[in-house]
């Protein structure tokens, strides 16, 4: 008996496949090249001819006698305005009115952080030292949890001062309450 080799024989329906051709409709590239010239040179001579088109006559206008028999009178020239602002404006004062600040009896406080580790919290406390800002670190009763606190400030713009100068420096979230007694 012979052994059959299915390797080297390959498909049959490979074999069938291949023997196959499509039959491609006969085209001719080079009436496509002819019709892109044809196009482009088009174009060009369309933007030649735009270039070099003179500019529109002028009309000139006849007066016609019947119109007006009457000699054109002559208007009195424009008046000379005279701003007065650029006098008065630098010898101008403005008065503003700014509301008191109204210092609240409870301080504000702003927390800057609050940490798991006692580790985490130093470490953020002297990134605030860093900015010229003392803080505080307390730990919340009843749990294991510590906070970074600034403060306490007379009004809460003093405390928006200070944690805008840290959100500068890209120390956030900071966060401004009123302190608890």
């Not at 208007?75 to 101008?92: A, G, I, S």
Request: aromatic content about 8%.
């Amino acid at each position: 008996m012979a052994s059959k080799d299915y390797v080297r024989r390959g498909s049959g329906q490979n074999k069938k496949r291949g023997s196959k051709k499509k039959a491609s409709p006969s085209r001719k590239p080079w009436r496509s090249g002819i019709i892109a010239v044809i196009l482009v040179s088009a174009f060009g001579y369309g933007l030649y001819t735009l270039s070099k088109d003179p500019e529109p006559p002028k009309a000139v206008i006849q007066p016609s006698k019947s119109i007006s028999s009457k000699p054109a009178a002559k208007l009195p020239p424009p008046p000379e305005e005279k701003w007065d602002y650029v006098d008065t404006l630098p010898n101008r004062e403005i008065e503003v009115k700014a509301k008191p600040l109204v210092e609240s009896k409870i301080p504000y406080v702003m927390q800057c952080g609050a940490y798991k580790t006692k580790h985490q919290a130093e470490t953020r406390k002297v990134d605030i030292a860093f900015q010229g800002l003392t803080s505080n670190i307390v730990k919340k009763e009843g749990s294991s949890w510590y906070r970074v606190v600034l403060g306490p400030y007379k009004t809460k713009r003093d405390a928006e001062k200070d944690k805008h100068k840290l959100q500068r420096v890209k120390i956030q979230p900071c966060a401004i309450w009123k302190q608890n007694q």
